[in-house]
């Protein structure tokens, strides 16, 4: 349980030492069985297990494994995907599950520009199969003091950026969710169309993005990103809040100022750019120092960097993060 990710550097890994991937229902033939052995509280996660397999074809079903995977015990893909943050769909954690069901995720283009060499639109399945996916086991930590364990796909950012040969002006990279009322209820002007400045946006610095645990997400539990998860594209960082994991992205720019990002804009006082999982600041109006996994009944304390600092301490040495968070 506290084996979060392998403790020691990892600059490069073989194909040779790669992990088996994890094979979820081994898991949660297991989390059962264990189960039926013990005491009731196991047994609603379990149950919820049980009852949750996905009905959805599982195209990357054999992703392999990665060391950078945790090995904790994975959230139930029911939660994972009914529990969700986006507000082009609702404000409420339970509706985007149900209006971004029928989302069209196809076609998609992404453009990357800005400040490199090789600008260019991709197609998304081009994209799939140009920068093979493997699975990420990461945790998954939001800014509003729960987390999840999920077995994501994707494959490193950092190596879509080398590919668009960044220049030397390029110090950060910034994310675009795309703008459309009429796919993204939310967005319609009103009540709920005033609730963000449209499109939803994010950024990274340069090295935070070529880290390898960065990466671009296309799926989860081995299909296709659902909707509400953000299809066909996400943003998945697992040492920072949440709300930088930017879904459903239409546009990577690199520049050489600091982008915006919406909850930043939304709120400054709240929400930094920096937004590292950090227990010793705490949100204006809450704690960080706690945190509830979704399914289990206790808090736990959260951990520096949501338990990555041995990886990423060092991109910021020398920083107060009580004034960058
Ligand atoms: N991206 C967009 N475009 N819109 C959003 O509202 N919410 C963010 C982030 N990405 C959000 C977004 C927040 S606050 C969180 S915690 C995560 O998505 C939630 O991701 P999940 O629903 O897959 O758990």
């Excluded at 060499?117 to 990461?138: A, G, M, T, V």
């Excluded at 040495?317 to 968070?325: A, E, I, P, Q, V």
């Amino acid at each position: 349980m506290d084996m979060l990710i392998a403790k020691k550097r990892l600059p490069e890994i073989k194909s040779s030492e790669i992990t088996p991937k994890c094979v979820y229902r081994n898991r949660r033939e297991f989390i059962m069985g264990g189960a039926a052995l013990a005491l009731g509280l196991n047994m609603t996660s379990s149950w919820a297990a049980l009852q949750s397999e996905s009905p959805f074809p599982k195209p990357f079903a054999d992703a392999p494994g990665s060391l950078y995977s945790s090995d904790e015990k994975l959230t139930d893909y029911e939660s994972v995907t009914t529990y969700n943050n986006f507000y082009e769909f609702s404000t409420d954690k339970h509706r985007p599950a149900e209006l971004a069901k029928n989302f069209m995720a196809r076609p998609w283009t992404i453009s990357v520009a800005g400040e490199c060499n090789k600008p260019r639109q991709w197609d998304i399945d081009e994209l799939i199969s140009k920068f093979p996916s493997e699975e990420r086991i990461y945790r998954h930590r939001c800014v509003e003091a729960w987390s999840m364990v999920v077995p994501w796909i994707g494959f490193e950012l950092g190596k879509l950026i080398k590919a668009s040969e960044p220049t030397a002006n390029a110090k950060f990279i910034e994310f675009e969710t795309l703008h459309d009322p009429q796919r993204m209820p939310g967005q319609k002007p009103g009540f709920l169309g005033g609730t963000l400045d449209w499109p939803y946006r994010e950024g990274l610095r340069m090295d935070e993005a070529m880290h390898p645990l960065t990466i671009l997400t296309v799926g989860l539990y081995g299909e296709y990103l659902p909707g509400q998860n953000g299809a066909p594209l996400r943003l998945t960082v697992p040492w920072k809040y949440g709300f930088k994991g930017i879904k459903s992205i239409v546009s990577i720019r690199f520049t050489e100022q600091q982008p915006q990002n919406t909850w930043n804009l939304q709120a400054p006082s709240e929400y930094g750019f920096y937004a590292n999982v950090n227990p010793e600041v705490d949100h204006p109006r809450w704690s960080q120092a706690k945190e509830r996994k979704i399914g289990e009944l206790f808090k736990q304390p959260t951990l520096m960097f949501n338990g990555y600092g041995d990886h990423v301490a060092d991109l910021y040495s020398g920083m107060d993060l009580s004034r960058h968070f």
